[in-house]
């Protein structure tokens, strides 16, 4: 079931220009493939990711957690929901000093 429209509105008023709708995953996978999917984002901080999270599991909105789609192959006719790649939020990752 496609997005509905109060939740495009949400994610666009969240995520502005970040979110795309309808967003061929052929972009976002190393082998070229892969249909669109309803919506794609990479949040560029840990409390984009948390809230985006929060808010697709209350609406009950199925949400997919890539990397770098190397190892991926996603079907012609897409995928349902959003896609979530994690390439933006998980680049300051550091070990702690002493740990
Ligand atoms: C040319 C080439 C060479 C490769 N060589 C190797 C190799 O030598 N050794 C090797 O082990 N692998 C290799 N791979 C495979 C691939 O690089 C690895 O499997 C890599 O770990 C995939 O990471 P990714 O971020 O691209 O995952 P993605 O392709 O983005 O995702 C792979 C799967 O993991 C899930 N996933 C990704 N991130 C998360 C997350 N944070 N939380 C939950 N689920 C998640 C996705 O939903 C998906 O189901 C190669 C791939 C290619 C294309």
């Given amino acids: 079931m496609p997005l509905e429209p109060d939740s495009i509105k949400w994610l666009t ?9 309808d967003e061929p995953m052929s972009r ?3 082998f070229k493939v892969g249909g669109p999917v309803d919506a794609f984002i990479a949040p560029e ?3 984009d990711l948390t809230q985006l999270v929060i808010w697709t599991h209350s609406k009950g909105i199925p949400l997919l957690i890539i990397g770098d789609g190397t190892n991926l192959l996603v079907k012609d006719h ?6 979530v790649a994690l390439v933006n939020c998980t680049k300051k990752i550091s070990k702690k000093a002493g740990k």
């Avoid at 008023?13 to 709708?21: G, L, P, T, V």
């Avoid at 897409?78 to 896609?83: A, H, P």
Wanted: overall charge positive; cysteine-free; glycine content about 10%.
């Fill in 13 to 21: 008023s969240h995520f502005k220009d970040s979110i795309k709708f």
């Fill in 28 to 30: 976002h996978t190393h």
């Fill in 45 to 47: 901080s840990r409390e």
């Fill in 78 to 83: 897409g995928i349902r929901g959003i896609v």
